[in-house]
């Protein structure tokens, strides 16, 4: 095993306008989550922080057509995401929010110390207003045809279609996604973040990156070094962090863009955690120590954010843009090791849309079929390296083919059959070629997995680890030791030691991908104390948000470093009692094809009419 490292598993954060959904979560959630896991087995030191994003007009707007605060709409899509998560076994360290007094201080010092070393500039620019209501209209608001590229459906902000960022006027033929009237664009004076003044040392570090990050990730974001223009980071709206500024500070229409406030949440987040453990400098180890690693993971719709801005806004507070400048007062900041982002999940070959209800949502979902299934087809099947379609009828079979007729077959067969005839683990007598050639197969599958997931190719480690359970099955097949009780009971014995050991080593390997049923094979082989650790909610109180100047949210935590669990083979103990096991997956019958998709059209059709 390596030297211990400390690394910051930093995941992007779920916006509070509605509960997430299974294409969210393919994003950011799942391959996070097995990431952190695989490293805390290792013996690293992680740290896995975000939280629910909740400013911006998109929350106000909502607000509006419900009829309440922002602050109301937000604290109730963060108890949502909150428990949907922890549902779905996210291993959070700390699982926060941005609406508390902690964030707006760690914002505030970041735009100071831009502003300060001259990265952030005031500029007059044209906004868009609507003219029935007069209220701003947030750029991600406004349609309109792409100059660049001409297609159709580009935002304000950015262009899907083409990746390259916009701005509303440039659009053509802009309008409103709210009421579709064409908006007024009028003088108002932002704050700018100078992209351009980190053209050369952003170039250098993606440069540095080749080889190391995904290629598609890699390319894209150097694509967009060609183009860099300065970027506004407030906006004409009373929903959101207020700017630090004298003459600023006090206009109650002026807030920080949400988008510059959201990506400065992953170290807010960790300076939280830090208070929140007695060591108020503990964050400082994954974001200033030499030697720390930090991985961000997202979408592909955020890469640009956490490939250009993020890390243009962390040069400038050290002071390393093209005007130098000097380090603000937390300290130099390391830039991230890999931005790991995934493609789009579409649904039966449809684009995720909740507003047509093409979308079935986390709660739902784990309401009807078990986290791990889930988990599991996200990384089998999802969106790692290009997009990809959820269906049905696939997700059934990989359930039924996969989960339940390999893995839990596995299980279910080898512990039975010891439990029924001895009882208890059995001891192993002289062991065959054929034993030893599946024991070191199974051990060599430790390396081979771990090398892909170090790699963040968990679709590769995934697959080598069923390979694991493919190969006992069939060496459990080939040896019979049903046929052995009466003929050769030692042999038998010594069979079903192999196939215990390779149980054990399966779970173990599959445990960063499922961790529930991890848990449940763990215990089935005698296994005291905890595996693989799980998530938990609990309250806190912060000095802002409530009706008394006092709020209470939930956030997420977890007692991980208490884990049994191990990156190795650990070989099972002669004697350990086993307990009979239970069904690991439930066999989905044929029918649930049908019934999901009635249960769509029925969904999408009534939101048409």
């Known amino acids: 095993m390596s030297s211990k490292r400390h690394i910051l598993t930093a995941v992007a954060w779920p916006y509070t306008n509605g509960p997430r959904h299974i294409g969210h979560v393919s994003g950011f959630g799942v391959p996070s989550d097995v990431f952190a896991r695989f490293q805390r087995m290792r013996g690293h030191d992680v740290l896995m922080v975000s939280g629910t994003d909740e400013h911006g007009t998109p929350i106000q707007v909502l607000a509006d057509q419900e009829g309440v605060s922002a602050r109301e709409l937000a604290d109730r899509y963060n108890r949502i995401i ?3 998560l ?14 508390t007094g902690n964030h707006y201080r760690v914002v505030q010092e970041l735009f100071t110390g831009l502003y300060e070393n001259g990265y952030i500039f005031a500029h007059t620019t044209k906004g868009a207003v609507s003219p029935s209501t007069g209220r701003t ?49 009028v003088d ?38 060609d183009d860099l223009q300065p970027r506004a980071i407030s906006r004409d709206l009373d929903w959101g962090v207020p700017i630090p500024l004298e003459g600023w500070s006090d206009q109650a229409n002026k807030r920080l863009y949400v988008w510059f406030d959201a990506v400065i949440g992953y170290l807010s987040a960790a300076i939280e955690w830090a208070e929140r453990t007695g060591d108020p400098e503990a964050w400082r180890r994954y974001w200033q120590a030499e030697d720390a690693e930090a991985y961000y993971f997202m979408g592909k719709d955020n890469i640009v954010f956490h490939s250009e801005i993020w890390p243009a806004m962390l040069l400038g507070y050290n002071g390393e843009g093209e005007r130098g400048g000097d380090t603000g007062s937390l300290g130099r900041m390391n830039l991230p090791t890999e931005v790991v982002s995934s493609e789009f999940l579409t649904m039966e070959g449809r684009k995720f849309s909740s507003s047509r209800r093409v979308v079935i949502y986390v709660r739902d979902f784990l309401e009807r079929y078990s ?36 893995w839990g077959n596995l ?39 771990a090398e892909h997931l170090d790699s963040s190719r968990f679709k590769a480690a995934l697959q080598e680890a069923m390979r694991t359970v493919a190969e006992a099955n ?42 529930e049923s991890s848990n449940k094979v763990y215990e089935m082989l005698g296994g005291a104390g905890q595996w693989a650790a799980m998530p938990r909610i609990e309250e806190a109180r912060d000095s802002i948000g409530g009706e008394d100047g006092v709020s209470a949210y939930p956030v997420i ?6 884990d049994e669990a191990a990156w190795r083979s650990v070989p099972i103990v002669p004697g350990t009692p086993l307990s009979r096991p239970v069904p690991l997956f439930a066999k989905l019958d044929q029918s649930v094809v049908d019934e999901e998709l009635a249960r769509l059209e029925g969904e999408a059709g009534g939101e048409a009419g």
């Open 82 to 84: 909150v428990e949907d």
């Open 86 to 99: 922890v549902a779905l076994g996210l291993s959070y360290d700390l699982f926060t929010r941005t609406t």
């Open 137 to 185: 209209l947030p750029d991600r608001y406004i349609e309109g045809t792409c100059p660049i590229c001409g297609y159709s459906g580009a935002r304000g902000d950015q262009c899907d279609n083409c990746g390259n960022q916009l701005d509303p006027i440039d659009l053509i033929g802009p309008r409103s996604r709210i009421n579709g009237e064409t908006p007024e664009f």
């Open 188 to 225: 108002t004076e932002h704050f700018m973040l100078d992209l351009p003044a980190f053209a050369g040392v952003l170039g250098d570090w993606l440069r540095s990156k080749s080889g190391e990050w995904r290629p598609n990730v890699l390319k894209f974001s150097l694509n967009l070094l």
């Open 371 to 406: 986290a791990d299934a889930l988990r599991y087809y996200i990384i089998a099947a999802g969106p790692e390296t290009q997009d990809t379609d959820f269906t049905w009828a696939e997700f059934v079979r990989r359930n039924n083919d996969e989960l339940v007729a390999a």
């Open 411 to 449: 299980v279910n067969r080898s512990i039975s059959m010891a439990a029924k005839n001895i009882g208890a683990v059995p001891e192993a007598g002289e062991l065959t070629d054929e034993d030893q050639r599946v024991l070191e197969h199974s051990r060599a599958a430790f390396g081979a997995v």
């Open 474 to 515: 069939k060496y459990i097949s080939d040896q019979a030791p049903w046929a052995l009780k009466k003929t050769d009971p030692a042999r038998m014995e010594t069979v079903l030691h192999v196939a215990l050991q390779l149980v054990s080593d399966a779970k173990t390997l599959l445990t960063p991908f499922l961790p």
């Open 557 to 562: 935590t977890g007692d991980y470093a208490a």
